[in-house]
């Protein structure tokens, strides 16, 4: 019987214990240049033999790791590694892969060029648009960040939130639903910006900074918001580059 179900967010799938190991494996091994692009991955027989689990497995793996983008499932042909331009940049495995393998420098300096561009603007448009619940739930967040400095995972957590709640504060469907796509993704980069964070006062200062863009959005200040969104992610970006250059980081032994 499988293990417990455990939710790959970056598919959309629901992975199972057997089916995660035959994930992982290929997946990292796509990621790690094992299968390059073109290449075909082992058939059927021989996935089945090498991970010691049912053809049913090997099957619903295959189907996530096509969801993912990594692989083109064709019939009488087989199973080929598609191009990395094709995989889907967004997904949390393939960036967590990406970040163990230490080749996450490039994918993570590209989210914060995405963020770069997309936040300040989102925080523009909240500091007109917001609800009164959307300042509730930035002040919950800011709130949570504040009382997790002593704890780097909850405060990536609640910077996680703060950061989603602005995307949402916007109130454009798109830009929402963008935060959602790249919540886990920004999860990731936060916990490696945070291998530089030394003391709480680093997190503290941090924490100031998104006081900043809440006192902004607050006052209906949307030029002052999007400014003070910029100096956070800068900073984060400063942060990332930082902690790519430690060991710990870039996922080396």
């Known amino acids: 019987m499988a293990d417990a179900t455990e939710v790959d967010r970056g598919s959309g799938y629901a992975m199972r214990g057997l089916q995660a190991k035959v994930i992982e494996g290929i997946g990292r091994a796509i990621v790690r240049g094992t299968y390059a692009p073109g290449d075909l991955v082992p058939k059927e027989a021989e996935l089945t033999e090498q991970y010691a689990v049912s053809r049913t497995s090997v099957r619903e793996a295959m189907r996530v790791l096509a969801a993912k983008g990594l692989v083109d499932i064709r019939q009488k042909i087989g199973t080929r590694v598609r191009r990395t331009d094709q995989w889907n940049a967004f997904d949390v495995d393939i960036l967590r892969w990406h970040s163990d393998e230490g080749r996450g420098e490039s994918i993570f300096k590209d989210l914060v060029e995405v963020r770069q561009i997309m936040e300040p603007q989102a925080a523009r448009l909240a500091a007109g648009r917001a609800s009164m619940d959307d300042l509730r739930r930035l002040e919950t967040a800011l709130r949570a960040m504040d009382a997790s400095v002593g704890d780097r995972d909850a405060y990536a957590h609640a910077d996680v939130d703060f950061h989603v709640a602005v995307y949402g504060a916007s109130h454009n469907a798109l830009l929402r639903q963008f935060g959602a796509v790249v919540a886990d993704s920004m999860y990731l980069s936060f916990s490696v910006q945070q291998v530089t964070a030394t003391n709480e006062a680093r997190l503290a200062?941090?924490?100031?900074?998104?006081?900043?863009?809440?006192?902004?959005?607050?006052?209906g200040d949307g030029e002052r918001a999007a400014n003070a969104?910029?100096?956070?992610?800068?900073?984060?970006?400063?942060?990332?580059?930082e902690a790519l250059g430690h060991p710990e980081a870039a996922g080396d032994d």
């Open 229 to 241: 969104m910029l100096e956070v992610v800068l900073d984060g970006k400063s942060a990332l580059i």
């Open 205 to 219: 200062a941090d924490v100031a900074q998104h006081a900043n863009v809440l006192a902004a959005i607050n006052r």
